[in-house]
């Protein structure tokens, strides 16, 4: 009735997008985000040392922070920790998201939720603190254990999200048929629901990967000597003095984010398809 009304009278319903001044307000919220982050790319390919000066195009740095050992021990460190995380988190997440909307409602089920998502709720030092006064109580060595086991906890959620909303998408009946021509639980969730289910699998397992692999505030609380991943090696350099070589690297390690978050919303894409 009252779209009805709304047409009859040529009233349109409030859009924030055709107010005055909302798209130069865009504009500048976008520059403030993303030239700096431009001027990092751009910065990177200067063939001088210079931060403010640039002298020309070059990718000596690229080669350069390609050939740094401490670069490449960090970013094997990175990798092996984000593929531990990234494989506990997403087994864990599914196993949750699989708990939560296919089990019948009980008592609890929003608790269940706030602590599934709690890392995202809280501050991320917060989080760091209290994994890291949680192993120091346990009596635990920080290294790969403990760099394992937080950041796996810190990306369940990151994964839990994609896992159950594809779970909310799955046609129900299609596992209600598996069953009813006599397939096992098993045999259902293995030949129906887990093909269903793969994309949102691979889109979460894609998001715990890049978060991981990004952290750097649990990661220097709770890593040990000689586990620094490439964040932190990031920070520790740029203390000291801000070179081309780490505008390269920052540059490499945000292209890799840039390429994992896309494939991961390139398969939300194609599951909403």
């Known amino acids: 009735m009252a779209e009805r ?18 798209s130069t307000i865009a504009l500048l919220c ?6 700096p982050i431009g001027l990092l790319l751009i910065y990177s390919f200067n063939s001088s040392a210079s931060l403010t000066a640039f002298h020309g195009v070059s990718v000596d740095w690229y080669v350069k922070a390609l050939n740094n050992r401490q670069v490449q021990r960090a970013a094997w460190v990175s990798i092996e920790i ?12 599914t196993a949750a998201a699989l708990a939560t909307a296919r089990a019948a409602p009980f008592r609890g089920m929003v608790t269940s939720y706030v602590i599934i998502n709690f890392p995202l709720m809280v501050p991320e030092i917060i989080t760091a603190i209290a994994t890291l006064s949680f192993f120091a109580l346990l009596g635990v060595d920080r290294g790969f254990l403990t760099l394992a086991l937080a950041h796996t906890c810190f990306c369940v959620p990151f994964a839990y999200m994609p896992v159950r909303a594809r779970l909310e998408d799955m046609d129900r009946n299609l596992e209600l048929a598996a069953a009813d021509l006599y397939a096992t639980p098993w045999a259902t969730f293995r030949r129906v629901t887990l093909p269903l289910l793969m994309p949102g699998i691979l889109a979460g397992a894609m998001l715990a990967f890049i978060v991981s692999i990004d952290d750097y505030i649990i990661t220097s609380f709770v890593g040990g000597p000689g586990w620094t991943t490439l964040p932190v090696y990031i920070f520790s350099t740029v203390r000291n003095v801000i070179t081309p070589e780490i505008n390269a690297v920052s540059s490499l390690l945000m292209l890799v984010s840039i390429g994992f978050v896309s494939l991961s919303l390139l398969t939300g894409v194609r599951r909403s398809g």
């Open 5 to 22: 009304t709304l047409a009859a009278t040529g009233r349109r319903g409030f859009d924030l997008r055709h107010q005055h001044g909302f």
């Open 30 to 35: 976008f520059l403030f985000l993303y030239a």
């Open 82 to 93: 984000a593929t531990v995380a990234t494989l506990a988190s997403t087994l864990l997440a």
